[in-house]
């Protein structure tokens, strides 16, 4: 069974401040995809990033920077300088190579709030 | 920039009422997903379209929902009759279709509430 775990239910920080989101993730599988999507007030889910299992490489795309650990199974996500338009539910996904139609795993969320 | 539509984007029914959403995925995307999404916690599948066919409906309530995609482009997702527990937020999603792991694209939601 399959099961993403985030355990931080909300986050609030000062506006320029960083932010990291931890994500932990149960899989059997050794080929995975995982997921960030960012739900703002509005409710439309935004995707962010992908890793695939098999790429460990942590990049960083503009405020955007993510740590992905196999040996610890956490896919964590940050965002540097962070900005009131931020603040919104983030969800960490998964989906299994075994799943034949690609059904997004989601965790519960973190709720971040940017204050200026 | 494609969008996925969703109509309405709120709905506000008594329990035993029917209701229905529509969604409208990204022109060319085969692969359209019903998501359900109670409040605090993160979206979990409904049921799955290929094309025109249903291909995981495993967690949909058949006794009282039903999802059509006929012409394998828009869908219909339907609850009759309606229960307060249904009060969600139900997203549609679709991607390309060539992949799993292919991005899939939501549409903004349709807020239910059933009083």
């Known amino acids: 069974a399959q099961k993403v775990t985030q355990a931080q239910t909300e986050i609030s920080v000062v506006e320029k401040e960083d932010v990291t989101l931890d994500c932990v993730y149960e899989t059997r599988d050794t080929t995975y995809y995982l997921f960030w999507y960012k739900q703002p007030p509005s409710g439309e889910l935004v995707f962010l990033i992908r890793r695939n299992s098999f790429d460990e490489q942590n990049e960083i795309s503009g405020r955007y920077s993510w740590n992905f650990q196999k040996s610890t199974s956490s896919f964590n996500f940050t965002i540097t300088a962070s900005q009131v338009v931020d603040s919104a539910v983030y969800f960490c996904?998964?989906?299994?190579?075994?799943?034949?139609?690609?059904?997004?795993?989601f965790g519960a969320g973190t709720q971040v709030v940017v204050t200026p | 920039e494609a969008e996925v539509a969703q109509s309405p984007r709120y709905k506000i029914t008594e329990k035993s009422q029917a209701v229905a959403f529509w969604c409208d995925p990204i022109?060319?995307?085969?692969?359209l997903y019903w998501y359900r999404q109670i409040l605090g916690q993160g979206p979990e599948l409904l049921v799955q379209?290929?094309?025109?066919?249903?291909?995981?409906d495993s967690q949909l309530p058949k006794d009282r929902f039903s999802a059509e995609r006929l012409k394998g482009v828009d869908s219909t997702l339907k609850i009759q009759p309606a229960e307060l527990g249904d009060s969600a937020m139900y997203l549609c999603?679709?991607?390309?279709?060539?992949?799993?792991?292919?991005?899939?694209?939501f549409g903004p939601g349709t807020r239910l509430l059933v009083l």
């Open positions: 379209f290929q094309d025109e066919s249903v291909v995981d």
């Open positions: 999603a679709s991607r390309l279709g060539g992949q799993v792991q292919e991005t899939q694209y």
């Open positions: 022109s060319g995307h085969a692969t």
């Open positions: 996904a998964l989906i299994s190579s075994t799943d034949s139609w690609g059904k997004l795993q």
